[in-house]
């Protein structure tokens, strides 16, 4: 008995020395598992993009705008048809430059309110023509949003009448006075503003962007993505093309599409913008092929992929489906006005909607970026 004891107290005797004194092995340095850290420095992106893109952006559309201006001036001393055709062509092009900034509402232009003072539409022809007839009232208030811009001015050079001819025989009439008058300050509005905008990036508002260059909810990349793909849905996919197609309303609506009364540059301004947003994407340098830091980059950085193929490849893919669905209608108001079910739209409009969660879901959650605004369209 005292044999066993002896031995039981020996054993527990080596027992614990074992396990107080003995030291921990690490296992092999070859053993530990390899973590990649993923490093990708966002101010120069946030460079890229102010100096390349959003200011030489604006800067073209300042110059459009003084285009504009210029135009109307020469109608405004002879309203003929040959000086509406060369103001019409004038809106036009500013319209089609505004595509390329209208995705930029942060900063300066939230503050001027520049995105709803430019494009809200359809415009409100009663207001328009209660304003002209009273001669009274101020386009600064967000009141009169929906009568001022590119759809008013659509209204005032091409929905006035049927005809070029009788067009200019309202601004040659008794109503000339009051047109004239409406048109000037509409575009001095639009014109003060996009100047304002323009100017505030390149006194201030640049250094204050670049700066931010942080991962947080209130920094800049992560405000900017989120505003992207807000444009991109809401602006975009949804007011060029879902609501008047009725994908939100259950039946179609041709009058809600941007430059009703120009009813066959619809489907223009809706693929400016959608290569703006791909631009954007890719880093474009504004009308250049020359491409700098961007969310492509930034995801090749983080070799991130969908379903097994590299993302930043699935994004433009996608886009670039999508181009080519769109580009194969008819103009937007012939395809909803000329066909019921308008199926050729709906299915471009299905390709539009792809890019959506590519975006909205793969892509900030490859950033760790959290989305800040709530969807309401049940899509």
């Known amino acids: ?4 004891l002896g031995m039981l107290l020996l054993l527990t005797l080596v027992w614990a020395c074992s396990s107080d004194n003995s ?16 490093s990708f420095a966002r101010g120069p992106m946030l460079i890229n993009w102010a100096d390349n893109i959003i ?26 048809t040959t000086n509406l055709v060369a103001f019409r062509e004038a809106w036009l092009s500013a319209y089609k430059s505004w595509q390329h900034v209208a995705l930029f509402e942060i900063g300066p232009a939230e503050i001027a309110d520049l995105r709803f003072s430019m494009n ?29 811009g590119f759809p008013a001015l659509d209204y005032l050079i091409n929905g006035l009448e049927v005809g070029d001819q009788e067009i200019v025989s309202k601004y040659n009439g008794a109503d000339k006075d009051a047109l004239i008058a409406y048109v000037e300050t509409v575009l001095t ?9 323009l100017a505030t990036w390149k006194d201030s508002y640049r250094a204050t962007f670049i700066a931010n260059d942080g991962a947080s909810a209130t ?25 008047p197609l009725g994908v939100f309303s259950g039946s179609p609506l041709p009058e809600k599409v941007e430059a009703v009364y120009k009813g066959d540059i619809s489907k223009t301004l809706f693929l400016e913008g959608l290569q703006a947003v791909q631009d954007f994407f890719n880093g474009t340098h504004f009308s250049s092929s020359v491409s700098g830091e961007s969310l492509a980059s930034y995801l090749d950085a983080l070799n991130s992929v969908k379903d097994g193929e590299d993302l930043k490849a699935a994004i433009n ?8 669905m769109v580009g194969a209608l008819n103009t937007f108001r012939d395809e909803i006005e000329n066909n ?25 959650s490859a950033m760790s970026i959290s989305i800040d605004f709530v969807d309401a369209d049940g899509d």
Do not use: C, W
């Open 317 to 324: 893919d996608q886009l670039n489906a999508s181009r080519e």
């Open 55 to 80: 200011i030489p952006s604006y800067e073209s559309f300042s110059e459009e705008m003084s285009g504009l201006t210029a135009s109307f001036e020469t109608f405004k001393t002879d309203a003929s």
């Open 189 to 197: 509005d639009m014109k003060i503003r996009s100047d304002q905008v």
């Open 120 to 148: 809200t539409y359809p415009t409100d022809t009663a207001k328009i023509e209660e304003h002209m007839a009273s001669g009274t009232y101020d386009l600064t208030l967000s009141s009169n949003r929906d009568a001022k």
């Open 1 to 4: 008995m005292k044999r066993i």
């Open 340 to 364: 019921s079910p308008p199926t050729n739209m709906l299915l471009a409009y299905d390709e539009v909607q792809r890019i959506v969660p590519l975006l909205k879901v793969d892509m900030v």
């Open 219 to 243: 920094a800049s990349v992560d405000r900017f993505v989120n505003d992207y793909i807000f444009y991109f849905e809401k602006f975009l996919r949804a007011g060029k093309m879902g609501i």
């Open 23 to 38: 030291p921990t092995v690490d296992p092999p340095e070859e053993s530990k598992p390899d973590v990649e850290e993923v």
